[in-house]
């Protein structure tokens, strides 16, 4: 079986159920990911957060990393590929 990672991002502005949608998306494929890698471009709403924190429940290769501070999708997806298997 092959094996890959997933990365992506999220701001504070990205509407929570496009994200639900997205990560449903991923985790609903014939062919799952190893891992996804979830960047947290700065700080996040509640809504995002619950989101995120149901999703990590139920998909344990679902990896978190929350950065403190926005630093645009370029800086986000760079340190995500720091995290990446």
Do not use: W
Not at 31 to 50: A, R, W
């Amino acid at each position: 079986m092959k094996q890959f990672t997933v990365l992506m991002s999220v701001y504070y502005r990205e509407n929570p159920q496009f994200l639900q949608q997205s990560l449903d998306s991923i985790f609903n494929q014939t062919l799952p990911p190893t891992e996804v890698v979830l960047v947290q471009d700065g700080p996040m709403d509640d809504k995002l957060e619950q989101v995120i924190e149901r999703c990590q429940k139920e998909h344990t290769e679902l990896k978190t990393i929350k950065l403190s501070k926005c630093h645009g999708l370029g800086g986000a997806l760079n340190e995500g590929l720091r995290h990446c298997s």
